[in-house]
């Protein structure tokens, strides 16, 4: 069964990533899944923020619910 986090849990995976640079699977439904690559810059009490190393866009928030239902993982480099 898999583990679930609960909003402590993903607050504090975020705060200790906070500064540091970070890779991002992005699963926007209907097969598509988006890879990123950056720095968790911001963490506010709903969304975060990611400054992005290359990409078109410059930065992308998330909630902590995408973290909590698996839409969003984040894993350090």
């Given at each position: 069964?898999k583990k ?15 500064g540091?640079?970070v ?16 720095v968790?810059?911001?963490?506010h009490s ?5 400054e ?17 239902c ?6 350090p480099?």
């Open positions: 069964m679930t986090l609960d909003l402590d849990e993903a607050k504090t995976i975020v705060n200790s990533l906070l540091r640079n890779s991002v699977r992005l699963n926007r439904g209907r097969n598509k899944i988006k890879h990123y690559n950056g968790l810059s911001e963490a709903n969304v975060f923020v990611i992005l190393a290359d990409d078109l866009f410059d930065r992308i928030s998330c909630s902590y619910i995408d973290l909590i698996g839409e969003l993982v984040i894993r480099q």
